[in-house]
């Protein structure tokens, strides 16, 4: 049994690599993609205007770099099992916010928020298979085999 989720701890963080690297090869269209759904708050716009000043880039491109970098370093980590409870942890957080700014079903209409609806229910099953992942973690150290079930 500890084969399969193992391999399957593995296969899950996959979606996070993935996702992190495209972010990453494609900072544009994802900084314009974050500038139409996000709005930075006026508490937050003097750090923002500092940052944007140091780097040179704006803030959509910063949160898109930041956002691609920590999906790859999240998915390897689990797929490592190196601090997969506390990756988890911080991507259930991590996902349950893009529901709420990317996914925003509840401002369309019925017949035309479907598509918008299963993306927001489809990220919904990810937290459920973060909390698996969180409550499970790494297994206890047993002077039995590993492998002994495969």
């Known amino acids: 049994m500890p084969a399969f989720i193992t391999f399957g701890r593995v296969l899950f ?13 494609g900072i544009q269209a994802t900084s314009d993609f974050i500038a139409a759904k996000v709005a930075i708050p006026a508490l937050l716009t003097p750090y923002a205007s500092q940052l944007e ?7 959509p491109q ?8 920590f999906e790859v370093i999240s998915g390897l980590m689990i797929a490592l099992n190196f601090g997969a409870r506390f990756f988890a942890i911080l991507l259930i957080l991590f996902v349950s916010a893009t529901i709420f700014y990317f ?5 369309q209409s019925p017949p ?4 918008t609806l299963m993306d927001a229910l489809k990220s919904l099953s990810i937290i459920g298979a973060l909390f698996m992942i969180a409550g499970y973690g790494r297994p206890t150290s047993t002077s039995e085999p590993i492998y002994r079930d495969v």
């Open 53 to 59: 000043t140091m780097t040179g880039l704006s803030t």
């Open 103 to 107: 996914n925003d079903f509840w401002n």
């Open 13 to 25: 963080a996959v979606l996070f690599i993935y996702s992190g690297a495209t972010k990453l090869f």
């Open 62 to 69: 910063l949160l898109a770099i930041a956002i691609g970098a």
């Open 112 to 115: 035309d928020n479907a598509k």
